[in-house]
């Protein structure tokens, strides 16, 4: 059973940069990050997949980079260049057997982190 605990949220003014980290336990071939702004939807924001490949929304390419330390068993996202609208609860993802081929559609991962909070502000 892969369990992933996310952190590195927090408060930020527009312009400035967090990383979020997420530690994982368990097998997983493939994993994201997705976001969640109130009274929206959630949405993918990046993923990597087992040979290291790289899938990011058009909202954020150029600003944030996923990467996984697989010593360490972390997945990271490096946002940079935070605007206001990145605001939302960040969430780490798994799927476990790679069926995703790295999408950002949600229904391919069965694993999901509590979240950590990211505010930007203007």
């Known amino acids: 059973q892969v369990q992933l605990v996310e952190s590195g949220g927090g408060s930020v003014q527009a312009g400035g940069s967090l990383r979020l980290s997420c530690a994982a336990s368990?097998?997983?071939?493939?994993m994201a990050w997705f976001r969640q702004a109130p009274g929206k939807e959630r949405e993918g924001v990046a993923s990597?997949?087992?040979?290291?490949?790289?899938r990011y929304a058009d909202s954020v390419k150029g600003r944030f980079t996923i990467s996984k330390d697989n010593a360490k068993s972390t997945l990271y996202l490096q946002m940079n260049s935070l605007k206001p609208e990145d605001t939302a609860m960040y969430y780490c993802?798994?799927?476990?057997?790679?069926?995703?081929?790295?999408?950002?559609?949600?229904?391919?991962?069965?694993?999901w982190g509590q979240g950590t909070q990211v505010t930007v502000s203007s």
């Open positions: 993802a798994a799927d476990r057997w790679g069926r995703s081929g790295g999408s950002l559609d949600e229904v391919w991962y069965n694993t």
């Open positions: 368990g097998y997983h071939y493939c």
């Open positions: 990597i997949d087992g040979d290291g490949s790289q």
